[in-house]
């Protein structure tokens, strides 16, 4: 009986461990998701501006 209770104890302290790990990962994840939303948003910015200025030399060519 206190082997099994002490294996149990064991398995829940890998659980809590292996919880805690993928919290911090979690955490991780959800940050890195908002600074590739932030770079996608800036990128985008910076691609509508490029179309802009081609789109104006476009309407400077001679015909």
Known sequence: MLEQ???LEGRIHQLLERWQALRAEN???RQQVVALENDNKLL???LAEARARLAALYERLPD
């Open 27 to 29: 955490l991780r994840l």
């Open 5 to 7: 209770l002490q294996a």
């Open 44 to 46: 985008n910015e910076r």
